[in-house]
T-cell receptor, first 112, second 115 residues
């Protein structure tokens, strides 16, 4: 079962621009994580934000979490062609065995 | 070593074959998982092992049989699969009991084609 909806489903931008992806979810969570996947390969963890946090930064990544709206956003600043990938949010609820439930994903294309 | 290694990378099997997917990690993680991912879709959880015990089975058909021989290894035994089972199979691991309190590390996956 999938938890989240992400929008947009696809995003195409020029190098140097910022990319914003949004994730909405339905049930309560303990944390929310963002992952990146290149061309059907394995997923790479980007950032984890806990339910009592509102914003987190890691390098060019900025993640926000609004538990009242059940939504999160991932901002990639100064994008590069190498950022081209699919990005997934994943929610965790410890009452569900702590399993990661992935959103539908956003396909990001950064053109040089 | 922060890698999760999956073998084989690609597998083509007939519907009457028996094959196994293998996954190995040496990070001391005590939770390991199998996910299935179809093209253009998110990963879907199949199984979770916590401290070598099966803790979650997401109602996966019995033609998929997981096995955790020790804390570093995870296998997925395949038997009598259907063409619709063709997908990317991902293994992941994380620290501690169950997943979710820390990041999960994913292998590169096995691309399975059932003919």
């Amino acid at each position: 079962s999938q938890q989240g909806e992400e929008d947009p489903q696809a995003l195409s931008i020029q190098e140097g621009e910022n990319a914003t992806m949004n994730c909405s979810y339905k049930t309560s969570i303990n944390n929310l994580q963002w992952y990146r996947q290149n061309s059907g390969r394995g997923l790479v963890h980007l950032i984890l934000i806990r339910s009592n946090e509102r914003e987190k930064h890691s390098g060019r990544l900025r993640v926000t979490l609004d538990t009242s709206k059940k939504s999160s956003s991932l901002l990639i600043t100064a994008s590069r062609a190498a950022d081209t990938a699919s990005y997934f949010c994943a929610t965790v609820n410890y009452n569900q065995g702590g399993k990661l439930i992935f959103g539908q994903g956003t396909e990001l294309s950064v053109k040089p | 070593d922060t890698e999760v290694t999956q073998t084989p990378k690609h597998l083509v099997m007939g519907m009457t074959n028996k094959k196994s997917l293998k996954c190995e990690q040496h990070m001391g993680h005590r939770a390991m998982y199998w996910y299935k991912q179809k093209a253009k879709k998110p990963p879907e959880l199949m199984f979770v092992y916590s401290y070598e015990k099966l803790s979650i089975n997401e109602s996966v058909p019995s033609r998929f049989s997981p096995e955790c021989p020790n804390s570093s290894l995870l296998n997925l035994h395949l038997h009598a699969l259907q063409p619709e089972d063709s997908a990317l199979y991902l293994c992941a691991s994380s620290q501690g009991r169950g997943q979710g309190n820390t990041e999960a590390f994913f292998g590169q996956g096995t691309r399975l084609t059932v003919v």
